[in-house]
């Protein structure tokens, strides 16, 4: 298999490339506008220096943690993305029940491609997530909760940083719609990536499994069906219909932090959408011990945006994450191949966790510090 020898997430991306048609490999791959705050997220991660200490015993280096009352075998939680049967027909199941294997959460998006139920059915030993977009029709936003509840999601991420799409350029310049259609501009495409179109055209057809969307470009179906009213308010109404954990991401600022820390919400992921919603908003790294210092000893703070290493992992702990999020380097696998491939991407980051926390002579993954490492 070619994904085993693929040495790091960058390996796998590049067999992703070649794997899928260019719109939809862009589509994971792009960000909005000029792409600058997808840039300086992974550039953030380039300014780590960590500070090794030597001579301490590492024989020993566990990577296990607790979050929100749980134990997980490392600190990555797999993010929430949609239309996963795009990247690939295997789909959300074949990422759930990879992280099922890893020991690490799974995050279902509310524009995921396979139902909560089913997701629950292929990973029944794992530790899914649901992650909800507030939809403008408030008794669906129900609907939607107690599908996920029933299916035995027991964590819910409330994503609060798409009041409208953001301009995803490389997908306007594909004419991207989902689903994908074979038309005159991808016939072409279609000649170069014949496997994928094969799979695409000859497994279930891509629908949403959550919401009702006319097949359409991506930002018209998000402007039709989000609900760009919402406040505060909808948070509080949310956290009283949601007996479970509860989560918000997309948070970028230290103030609104506060305001959700006081709403009693159980975590807060700095995160800037992976770069795909507004452009060159703060940089998630580096945004978050300010968030950590302000709200830490109140709700759990969680990191999104850049991670591509268990380098990347141990940074992020080492600032003050309870857990990092993946978004791009688990679907750079699922692309690059399947199941095996959302394995291989998590076997690199526990791979590269445990020899970067024993290099830098910590007793494993509790014993990361602020004095492990700074921003250059
Ligand atoms: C996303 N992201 C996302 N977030 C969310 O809350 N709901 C969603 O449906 C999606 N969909 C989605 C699709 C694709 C293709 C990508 C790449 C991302 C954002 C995602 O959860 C996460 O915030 C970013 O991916 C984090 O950045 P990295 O890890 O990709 O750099």
Known sequence: ERVAAAADVADLRRLARRRAPRMVFDYVDGAAEAERSMARAVEAFGRVEFSPRVLRDVAEAPTAVEILGRRIAMPVVLGPTGFTRMMHRAGERAVARAAERAGVPYTLSTMGTTTAADVAKAAPGGWNWFQLYVVRDRDRNLETLAMARDAGMDVLVVTVDVPVAGARLRDVRHGLTIPPSLRWRSVLQAARHPAWWFDFLTSEPLRFATVDGAPSDLAGITNMLFDPSVTVRDLEWIRSAWQGRLLVKGVQRVDDAKELAAVGVDGIVVSNHGGRQLDRSATPLELLPHVVEAV????????????????????????GARACFVGRA?????????????????????????????????????????DAVHLR
């Open 296 to 319: 830490g000893d109140r709700t759990e703070v969680f990191l999104d945006g850049g991670v591509r290493s268990g380098a990347d992992v141990a940074a992020g702990v080492a600032l």
């Open 330 to 370: 688990y679907l750079y696998g699922l692309m690059a191949g399947g199941e095996p491939g959302v394995t291989r991407v998590l076997d690199l980051l526990h791979a590269e966790l445990v020899r970067t926390v024993q290099m830098l002579g910590v007793g494993g993954v509790a014993g990361l510090g602020p």
